[in-house]
C-alpha cells in the first residue's frame, strides 16, 4: 500500500506508521466482524476439503464485514488524520479511527 511518489504524496507515511495503521483498522475489523468471523470458524471446524464449498458463504460474509472497514479509502482517511496531527509517535487511536466504527449502510443491489 506504500506509495512509489514518496516524500510528494501527501499520504506517504513510513512503512511502519503505515502498519500501525493497518494494524489498528484490522483490529476494529475483526471487533465489528467478530460474530460473523465466528461463524465461519465453526462451520470451518472439523472439516477438511468440504470446508471450501460448505463454507463459502460464511467466508465470503466476514471477508465483505473486514473490508468495510480495512479498505484504501479508510486507510488514507487515517493517513491523512495522522498527518494533519503532526505525525506523532503515540497517536490518539480514538481521535484517528473517529467514525470508522460505524458498520456502512448496505448498498442495494
Not at 472439516?47 to 471477508?63: F, G, L
Not at 479498505?71 to 495522522?82: A, F, H, I, P, S
Not at 497517536?91 to 467514525?99: E, K, Q, T
Amino acid at each position: 500500500m506504500s506509495s512509489s511518489k514518496g516524500q510528494d504524496d501527501p499520504l506517504h507515511v513510513s512503512r511502519q506508521a503505515e502498519n500501525k495503521i493497518a494494524f489498528r483498522l484490522m483490529a476494529l475489523a475483526e471487533k465489528h466482524c467478530q460474530d460473523l468471523i465466528e461463524a465461519y470458524n465453526r462451520c470451518a471446524s472439523g472439516r477438511s476439503v468440504s470446508m471450501i464449498w460448505a463454507c463459502k458463504p460464511d467466508y465470503n460474509a466476514s471477508q465483505d464485514c473486514l473490508h468495510n472497514y480495512l479498505n484504501e479509502e479508510n486507510l488514507n482517511t487515517v493517513k491523512r488524520r495522522w498527518k494533519e496531527m503532526g505525525q506523532p509517535r503515540m497517536p490518539d487511536w480514538s481521535v484517528l479511527l473517529a467514525g470508522m466504527d460505524v458498520p456502512p449502510k448496505p448498498t442495494s443491489q
